[in-house]
């Protein structure tokens, strides 16, 4: 059924290539194009594999191979798309998701998986972590500054944690200064001062005093008629 022609009952001569067929020299057998089509072993034209198949055997979209180029990889008998690829119906090659993205479906921003090591959690977004930020272009989230909660960049921060790292906002330098009665110490969390001290630079050294007390040698002392309760303020 596959010949043109043919000396005998099995041995093709000539093949018609409109049917996608080509002359096999060792099996004289027409066979289907290797790439592209595959031999429904009725018909003479061969019928076309599936788009997302290099080549195919038995069906359409029954892939023997596929192409690396297209961005497909072979999974059992399909033609799947590599991970940072989405398919798009009748598009042979694959195209790329977002960079925030492991995989993606139907459009490159529809993140179905996302990436802990980069910092990425919560599709369909892939949101950088509490405390990073996306740069708009590196797949990994860059960390903000330690004072933030979160931030624009490794330099502005745009929320600050009051209740349990005792940060509020500078609209100035656009970072979170620790309050009054708590310093930085170069971790997120503000440290207590000591109890006596308005504000100070470390536990122990204070730089302003309450209106009952005065700075004297980084020590902020009551004032006469007041006393040290060695507690409050």
């Excluded at 009952?9 to 020299?25: E, H, I, P, V």
């Excluded at 099996?27 to 019928?47: P, R």
């Excluded at 996302?114 to 509490?130: D, G, I, L, Q």
């Excluded at 929320?159 to 970072?175: E, P, V």
């Amino acid at each position: 059924y596959s010949c043109v022609t043919c000396t005998n009952g099995s041995a093709c001569t000539s093949c018609n290539s409109n049917f996608y067929r080509t002359l096999n020299s060792t099996t004289k057998q027409c066979d289907c194009l290797s790439t592209g089509y595959f031999d429904t072993f009725i018909s003479a034209v061969c019928s076309a594999c599936d788009y997302t198949c290099s080549s195919c055997a038995t069906t359409s979209t029954y892939c023997t191979s596929c192409l690396s180029s297209a961005n497909r990889a072979l999974s059992a008998s399909s033609c799947i798309c590599a991970n940072g690829y989405y398919d798009v119906t009748n598009l042979v090659t694959c195209l790329s998701c977002s960079y925030r993205c492991v995989t993606c479906s139907v459009d490159s921003t529809n993140c179905t998986q996302c990436s802990a090591s980069n910092y990425r959690n919560t599709t369909p977004t892939c949101s950088c972590f509490t405390g990073y930020y996306d740069d708009g272009a590196n797949a990994a989230c860059g960390a903000c500054n330690y004072v933030c909660e979160t931030c624009t960049n490794s330099l502005v921060c745009t929320t600050c944690n009051l209740a349990t790292a005792y940060r509020s906002f500078n609209s100035i330098t656009l970072l979170c200064d620790c309050i009054a009665r708590y310093y930085d110490s170069g971790i997120q969390i503000c440290q207590s001062c000591s109890y006596s001290c308005l504000t100070c630079n470390n536990a122990i050294t204070c730089l302003t005093c309450p209106t009952s007390r005065s700075l004297t040698s980084n020590l902020c002392i009551c004032l006469a008629k007041y006393y040290d309760d060695l507690v409050n303020l």
